[in-house]
């Protein structure tokens, strides 16, 4: 009998509203117990704001990276998702070998002329907080199997959607999946229109 072949990851794209880069020096303090500055970095995360001065944090790095940047309402809640159940589905599952939308659009595409920072940027958000990338360890994968990929700020949202919409790359012959390039892009100027008007930045997660 034939074993079923593994089930894909999912992904998911986050709102955020701190660039991670910037938490990464005051999430190795708390580390230590020293949690002055990213309390005061993150008002709204209920977490973060439980740290107790002296005391090293009871979270993981990535962990920390993900409750100190996400988008929270006044209660403590996910803030409203950037796109719909749809788009999320559509985009969380690509049906490419490892579900992996940003990998693929990477993979199948070429940049045209001088244009640079559209794979710079689908790098970062695919695999910018992997130790070779960031510089640092630890901010990946957290409790629970949380993983944690990448990520692009408020600022770098506006420059992908433009240099998608910049029409200066063109998608490989050898696309595998006729109409993806097309596709994952659609869908991901959807998150990114979201992201730009609410004024945030996006991190993509891996859920296995």
Known sequence: MSRAPPTPAFYTFDPIVADLIDLVPPIQSSLGGDHVELISMCPLSTDIQGLHHGREAPFDPATLLYLASGDWGPDGTPAEPLDTMANREKLGRFPSDDG????????????KGDMVVLHELLAKLCDGLSEENLGEPGFRDGFGGMSLLGWINSAEVGELRSSIRSGRWTTLGDEPLDGGVDYGFRHLLSILRSAEKRGCGVLMRRHS
């Open 100 to 111: 992996n939308v940003i990998s693929y659009l990477i993979s199948f595409t070429r940049q």
